[in-house]
């Protein structure tokens, strides 16, 4: 008899499982089941570029209209799950129909938390967490006027970023001394504060909201120093709360969000979360809940995986990415309050790395507008060993040589083995891209339609002949953190399995978090000349 796998969540963590349970060769049934009415689809461009009109609704979803009938993948949108009972390994939906699975994974995520002041349900107090949340802020952007954002996390930040870009008028409230300082502390918290300042945000710190004001819908928010603050619409973003209302009906373990182990497994054998609904067991950090895409990135497959058998632990180092204005950042691991912050180059030049530091170890590290040292901070990250702060706060001392053994110019004659064992985990994507051997076919052999990592030059290139018969050849490694990139043949696109960025034939970067496109390898003229004559036949 058939198995069946049940994932309850379409979201970013929901889709990539299933996709990762047909990857991995699983037959059975797989539902994937949404409240919402849409394919699972991205968060971050919702706060960005969606956000401000640069972005097609297309480029949002996870992967494109067919798949999932192609995938034999049943997603069934418009639809809540009303209960779970683990004991017969049933759930229930809300129109009554019950599934009986063998494997479940709740990638239910996280909902806004609501502020309960006076005035809170007029019209024009907005959040932003879905796509339709993101097309109403949209519209109000287009229209124009004054907007206050209370709350000065990242969401806030980024929808404020995006406002003035728009040319909105941009008063930002935030209750703690600066933005971000929850995350990042207060150094770092009043850069963000005068980054925004800098583009003509009204930053207001020290400060909390006490109601909206205005006849029938919001005209001004008023503040606990009693200012009165006049706005055409407001934005609220002061965090989220995991859904976790099922798991909780369940009985299943239940603390700020649903506690499963290293291998994303519940207390209830055979029951499973990913994504931002997960509290999940780190070898670094205890149990962590992350509300980030790359989380939900990395967890759903890890999650499927696990759910087939593999008994892998998921290690990963935390990591996510920010774009406000002209600045792009990177930030990996997970710092207290009580971490030191030093920094390698100047905060002031809007281009730097702040590292935190905790005797004498790193860990978190943010690049602000410097690219391709993700893998070398999270290197620093997982070896938790001692650093030279002078070397780390130094730009001329290469950072992969800091506190690691892994093989470098500097370190010629390290083994690959050396490597293996900093940190815990190393992604075997990275491994495949720094040491694997690539295919030695020529280039020529590429048939129209074709894609493949060939060895060219000496070098991996991800070779694909279009169907009118041109080459392009692009490096193999993703720029973002140094993967090994692979090819989605109903897309046409090379995409990192380890972040998801996705790139063009041509090497172009379609999506985040790599800002770099691949660079073109150099084919002979004779195999573009094969390629092509064979192209013509």
């Known amino acids: 008899m058939r198995e069946t796998h049940v994932i309850v969540g379409a979201s970013l963590a929901g889709a990539k499982a299933a996709a990762t349970l047909r990857e991995e060769g699983f037959d059975g049934r797989v539902f994937l089941l949404g409240a919402e009415p849409h394919r699972p689809y991205e968060r971050p461009p919702l706060s960005k570029e969606y956000l401000r009109g640069e972005a097609k609704r297309s480029k949002v979803f996870v992967h494109e209209e067919g798949f999932y009938e192609a995938h034999e993948i049943e997603l069934r949108t418009t639809t809540t799950v009303r209960s779970l009972d683990p004991e017969s390994r049933a759930i229930e939906m809300e129109a009554g129909e019950r599934i009986v699975y063998d494997r479940l994974l709740l990638a239910t995520g996280a909902e806004?938390?609501?502020?309960?002041?006076?005035?809170?349900?007029?019209?024009?107090?907005?959040?932003?967490?879905?796509?339709?949340?993101?097309?109403?802020?949209?519209?109000?952007?287009?229209?124009?006027?004054?907007?206050?954002?209370?709350?000065?996390?990242?969401?806030?930040?980024?929808?404020?970023?995006?406002?003035?870009?728009?040319?909105?008028?941009?008063?930002?409230?935030?209750?703690?001394?600066?933005?971000?300082?929850?995350?990042?502390?207060?150094?770092?918290?009043?850069?963000?504060?005068?980054?925004?300042?800098?583009?003509?945000?009204?930053?207001?710190?020290?400060?909390?909201?006490?109601?909206?004001?205005?006849?029938?819908?919001?005209?001004?928010?008023?503040?606990?120093?009693?200012?009165?603050?006049?706005?055409?619409?407001?934005?609220?973003?002061?965090?989220?709360?995991?859904?976790?209302?099922?798991?909780?009906?369940?009985?299943?373990?239940?603390?700020?969000?649903?506690?499963?182990?290293?291998?994303?497994?519940?207390?209830?054998?055979?029951?499973?979360?990913?994504?931002?609904?997960?509290?999940?067991?780190?070898?670094?950090?205890?149990?962590?809940?992350?509300?980030?895409?790359?989380?939900?990135?990395?967890?759903?497959?890890?999650?499927?995986?696990?759910?087939?058998g593999a008994d892998r632990p998921h290690d990963r180092v935390?990591?996510?990415?920010?774009?406000?204005?002209?600045?792009?950042?990177?930030?990996?691991?997970?710092?207290?309050g009580s971490d030191r912050v030093v920094f390698r180059g100047d905060p002031e030049s809007r281009d730097f790395i702040a590292f935190w530091l905790r005797d004498g170890r790193v860990t978190a590290g943010m690049n602000v507008n410097v690219w391709e040292v993700t893998e070398a901070i999270q290197s620093l990250v997982r070896g938790q060993v001692e650093v030279d702060v002078d070397q780390l706060t130094d730009p001329s001392f290469p950072l992969e040589d800091l506190g690691t053994e892994r093989p470098t110019h500097a370190r010629p004659k390290r083994s690959a083995r050396e490597f293996m064992r900093q940190g815990m985990t190393f992604s075997k994507r990275l491994v495949q891209a720094r040491f694997g051997s690539a295919d030695k076919a020529p280039a020529s052999e590429l048939a129209p339609g074709d894609a493949r990592i060939l060895q060219v030059n000496g070098q991996k290139a991800a070779c694909y002949r279009d169907d009118a018969g041109k080459l392009y050849a692009v490096s193999a490694v993703c720029t973002h953190m140094g993967c090994l990139i692979e090819w989605t043949g109903d897309e046409k696109v090379w995409g990192c399995p380890c972040h998801g960025s996705r790139f063009g034939p041509d090497g172009r970067v379609l999506q985040g978090p790599a800002k770099k496109p691949l660079e073109e390898v150099q084919v002979t003229a004779v195999e573009k000349a094969a390629a092509s004559t064979r192209g013509e036949r």
């Not at 007029?122 to 796509?131: A, N, S």
């Not at 150094?187 to 710190?205: M, P, S, Y």
Request: net charge negative; aromatic share 6%; charged share 25%.
């Open 112 to 308: 806004p938390r609501r502020v309960s002041v006076p005035g809170s349900n007029l019209e024009g107090v907005l959040y932003l967490r879905d796509l339709e949340d993101s097309d109403g802020i949209r519209e109000r952007l287009e229209r124009g006027g004054r907007v206050v954002v209370i709350g000065g996390g990242w969401i806030g930040a980024e929808v404020a970023a995006s406002a003035r870009e728009k040319g909105l008028e941009v008063v930002m409230v935030e209750q703690a001394a600066a933005p971000l300082e929850r995350v990042l502390g207060r150094e770092l918290g009043d850069f963000f504060a005068n980054l925004h300042r800098d583009h003509g945000v009204e930053v207001l710190t020290g400060v909390g909201l006490m109601a909206f004001e205005g006849t029938g819908k919001v005209e001004r928010v008023r503040l606990t120093s009693d200012r009165a603050v006049d706005c055409d619409f407001a934005v609220v973003g002061v965090g989220v709360a995991p859904r976790v209302g099922l798991a909780e009906r369940a009985g299943l373990d239940v603390e700020n969000g649903i506690r499963v182990d290293e291998r994303l497994e519940a207390n209830v054998q055979g029951v499973f979360a990913a994504g931002d609904v997960a509290n999940a067991r780190h070898p670094l950090y205890g149990h962590l809940r992350v509300e980030h895409w790359a989380n939900a990135l990395n967890q759903g497959p890890a999650a499927a995986r696990n759910m087939l």
């Open 318 to 336: 935390p990591y996510f990415f920010s774009d406000q204005y002209d600045l792009g950042l990177e930030y990996s691991g997970r710092a207290s």
